[in-house]
């Protein structure tokens, strides 16, 4: 099958936010410069272009000098064994040296790197010197447990510092970290811990949300207990709520408090692994994105400068984010840190204990950037623009979007309200695989139309391709690709070449297809569609279709299932499910909730279905495919499309009246 029918079929499936998204690009006429203030005092403008266009590989080289080098490199990008890149050849360094001691060494010991804000209130001011001496606790005790070069660690952890420190730790002894979001089940947790290898895992007691003490270690007992190759669980203490215990684990206060504050670190090659990442991909199957290190650091560095216009011991940073996301990897660990910034970080949920929590810390600690994501926006504007008028607000000078293609009614609003109409709105668009932003407005040079991303960063080059590679004209929509290699890319996914080659690489050769669709305006703007694969976003979580239906199926009373993701106002998409029950169950509220809970269990409450809706059929096509544009039809309770190709087009006739009689509808 060629690429381009390939492609194609993959187009019919696309509806996300695109009919609202197609009606705003057409009919977007706002546009907001930046102020002259900002103008003047931003680190970069629109001359970066052009030092890029002109030599793309010269202005890489420029941006590797951010950081610091044990051994300088000899050849900035191979490209010879495409499509595994690499960067800065040949070069050597650690990369928590470049984020900690690098700024201790400069004399910045004193300044505050995170003010960690827990849930119930209880607070820590941590310093890049105090930071330095945790890193290097944890670098020993890790050490102690035979971690080293190449190993992989696995982190399971609420928002605490342990978190950051961690990573860091793994970072310094060349160890790949893989983070585990904590909201993941124990199920989800034992398949990463088992793919990568995982010989530690760190994880806690529990952490605060919503007002209460929420247990992590009892997943961790459950997966490790499935999981030969893990050797030893080190447990921070943060709720202290009890725990059970084995000869396996190791409490963090007493195993890692107690261990030297000197480490000496050892440079590595700037491809030695950094993480590896789980994200969703079309198939069940998580797919680990594998990071290196300094091609990686050094966009992450550059993107959070430039982005952001980051003035480090001035601004003071948040990144909203969980570390168990991209966004936390590279915009609360690595970019910041290697930028020395001050950064807050909240462990809980923004309504515990009241609706104006985030803008209470903004206030607090004099919050000047702000990055967060479309759907907390949607959220709050729900909730009311009186909740922050409450807060003093006036530090804040850019704000920032990530994870999903933010409407214009959400970034007005988020201008208006949060920013005081005075604030640049950078809308970043990247992902897991690309590592760091990749198109974004300069906040202090692109004029910026709500609802897009604007356009590639100097140094990154993106491009619309129709069905067959060729490039489209403006106005015209198509796939987004990335046409040349950049230093944050994949280096691959893990134990899986073929996956790599297959997912990214074979629709377009030689250019790397995002799954995105995309669009440029008449201005030659770009706008992200959202997905053309059968990925959802679910509040800019990536959660495939194939992941939710493996699990329904997997329970008892579930012969097939389909699901889909439907437009919601607040999250993008929700999932809703499609469902026919084996003979023996029965059509039940109880059989549905207990599906539910049961997606819940296998994959983590974030996959867990909006709705389930119970069927007798499910629209396929002669070659069994599942229509799921049709259900989506139903889901979003729109007419129907096209039937024609359906094996049995009377099938949505009996699944429409089916549900007008039995439908479940759920939270
Ligand atoms: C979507 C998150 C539109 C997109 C950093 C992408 C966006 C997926 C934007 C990656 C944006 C992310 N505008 N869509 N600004 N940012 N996306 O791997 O569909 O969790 O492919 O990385 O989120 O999600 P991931």
Redesign the pocket.
Known sequence: MGAGVQAKSQVTTVRLVTEETLENLLTETRHFPPSAEFVAQANVGLELYDEAIADRLGFWDRQAGRLKWDKSWTEVLDWSDAPFAKWFVGGRLNVAVNCVDRHVDEGFGDQVAIYFEGEPGDTREITYAMLKDEVCRAANALAELGVGKGDRVAIYLPMIPEAVISMLACARLGAAHSVVFGGFSAEALRSRIEDAQAKVVITSDGGYRRGSATALKPAVDEAVSKSPCVERVLVVRRTGQEVAWTDRDLWWHEFVDTQSPDHTPEFFDSEQQLFILY?SGTTGQPKG?VHTSGGYLTQAAYTHDVVFDHKPGKDVYWCTADVG???GH?YIVYGPLANRATQVMYEGTPDTPHKGRWWEICEKYGVTILYTA?TAIRTFAKWGHEIPGQFDLSKIRLLG??????NPAAWMWYRRVIGGDRCPIV????????GA?M??PLPGATTCTPGS?MSALPGIVANIVDDNGNYVHETEGGY?VLSEPWPAMLRGIWGDEERFRETYWSQFPGKYF???GAKFDVNGAIW????VDD?M?VS???ISTAEVESALVSHDAVAEAAVVGATDETTGQAIVAFVILREHAEVSDDTVEDARKHVATEIGAIAKPKRILIVKELPKTRSGKIMRRLLRDVAENRSLGDVTTLADPAVMGLIQTGLASGATDED
Do not use: K
């Open positions: 994200t994105i996301w991209v966004t590279s479309p979007s990530v994870g999903e293609p933010i809308d970043t668009w990247w992902q897991t695989e690309t932003i198109i974004s991303a987004l995002a799954g995105d992200v569609l959202g997905r990925v976003n800019g979580h990536r």
